[in-house]
């Protein structure tokens, strides 16, 4: 039943949601940083079916399973703090998030020994920017701020993030590299083949990449 409500008591009903919001966006943050360490932490070598190789993310899947349910809250952002500083990458073909072997293999939790040295390396990774820059494959630390959290991403971070998310500057790159391997390995055939669709790869990546930071 609607009770009317004085000023002091709607300036409390105020303070309770900031409040809650706050604690919420804090467990929120938890989750992420747990979701890293657990992926840091898994040695995907021999994770799969009979020690066959495992490139699932799940504990990020999880994350953005949920958060899609929850109003109020920035899935774009948070995908882009995902993409920027965890250990993952996106399938494409599935939208989900799986073990960049890159980065996991960087900081290598899974080759030490104990839980006290893996979370102690972690932690070295969260607070210390020229390790997070490190492990993620870049020269940067200066963008790689302490347990920077994903709603408090400032412009440069955003931008970074948003290029990794999808990037036509990337996918060229990509294709350059192919075109001269396989040049070098005398497959002329397909280096023609990849010349002919580059351009129209590179410009379906801007699209998409408009798209994305509309």
């Known amino acids: ?25 804090g467990l929120v943050q938890e989750a992420l940083c747990q979701a890293c ?5 898994a040695d995907y070598r021999t ?9 699932d993310a799940p504990y990020f899947n999880a994350i953005m399973d949920v958060m899609e349910q929850v109003r ?9 703090w995902i993409v920027a500083f965890a250990p993952v990458q996106v399938d494409k073909s599935t939208g989900h998030f799986t073990i960049n072997k890159q980065k996991v293999d960087a900081l290598a939790l899974y080759l030490l020994p104990d839980e006290t040295s893996r979370t102690n390396s972690f932690w070295a990774w969260m607070i210390t ?14 963008l790689y701020a302490p347990i920077l959290a994903w709603f408090e991403l400032d412009g440069n971070t955003k931008a970074r993030a948003k290029a990794e998310f999808i990037s036509s500057d990337s996918i060229k ?3 350059d590299n192919l075109i001269k391997e ?15 669709v580059e351009s129209e790869v590179v410009a379906a990546a801007k699209i998409a990449e408009a798209k994305h930071t509309a």
């Open 182 to 196: 396989c040049v070098k390995a005398g497959l002329d055939t397909s280096a023609e083949l990849l010349s002919k």
């Open 37 to 41: 360490y657990a992926t840091f932490a």
């Open 72 to 80: 109020g809250f920035d899935i774009d952002a948070m995908a882009r």
């Open 1 to 25: 039943m609607f009770k009317p409500m004085n000023e002091v008591d709607f300036t409390a009903q105020l303070n309770a949601i900031v409040i809650g919001h706050k604690a919420t966006r």
């Open 129 to 142: 920017p020229a390790v997070k820059a490190k492990a993620l494959g870049s020269a940067d630390d200066k």
């Open 47 to 55: 994770a799969g079916t009979d020690g066959s190789p495992n490139y």
């Open 173 to 175: 790159k990509r294709i």
